[in-house]
T-cell receptor, first 110, second 116 residues
């Protein structure tokens, strides 16, 4: 059974204090790893899809990387508006169903 | 990217009643899904909404409780039937777009359901 584990559960940062979120996965065959941002009361906002080990993608202050066992979401010099829950999900089959981790809630203080 | 509109955005319902949630996409998509997000938890897939055929349900979800319609490639509905307080959750519609540029999965804003 596919397993997706995110750590830490919660992360409190000072504005400008860079950090990383982890998403480790145990799957039978990875076809894609997805990162989302979710604000309270809203649906997940798509950020990135990573497909193979060594791949990196960037968007503003966010950078996602992928290895054979885990993915990292690096937040560089975060701002309060980066406060959100970050979800990762894996795609392992041809039917395009996603399996989600529990998420990391990031709070950035000014 | 795909723009997904869900209605209603929130509702408070009496136990024993049913609620139908609508999902409208701004483009034709083959793959459409319904997820549930219980309070403080992550997303769980309810079913795949298949156009022109019956939905495919995940383990723990049944058609009598969560009937789904998919009349065309841009629209789907999810009904939460005979509701109980345990059904209080956010319900989310999702579509997947896959092509030469890769695969992306988008979500609607969700329907926050409270059953009293």
């Amino acid at each position: 059974e596919d397993q997706v584990t995110q750590s830490p559960e919660a992360l409190r940062l000072q504005e400008g204090e860079s950090s990383s979120l982890n998403c480790s996965y145990t799957v039978s065959g990875l076809r894609g790893l997805f990162w989302y941002r979710q604000d309270p009361g809203k649906g997940p906002e798509f950020l990135f899809t990573l497909y193979s080990a060594g791949e990196e993608k960037e968007k503003e202050r966010l950078k996602a990387t992928l290895t054979k066992k885990e993915s990292f979401l690096h937040i560089t010099a975060p701002k309060p508006e980066d406060s959100a829950t970050y979800l990762c999900a894996v795609l392992t089959s041809n039917d395009y169903k996603l399996s989600f981790g529990a998420g990391t809630t990031v709070t950035v203080r000014a | 990217s795909a723009v997904i509109s869900q209605k209603p955005s929130r509702d408070i319902c009496q136990r024993g009643t049913s609620l139908t949630i609508q999902c409208q996409v701004d483009s034709q998509v083959t793959m459409m899904f319904w997820y549930r997000q219980q309070p403080g938890q992550s997303l769980t897939l309810i079913a795949t909404a298949n156009q022109g055929s019956e939905a495919t349900y995940e383990s723990g979800f049944v058609i009598d409780k969560f009937p789904i319609s998919r009349p065309n490639l841009t629209f789907s509905t999810l009904t939460v039937s005979n509701m109980s307080p345990e059904d209080s959750s956010i319900y989310l519609c999702s579509v997947v777009a896959s092509g030469q540029g890769g695969t992306e999965a988008f979500f609607g804003q969700g329907t926050r359901l409270t059953v009293v």
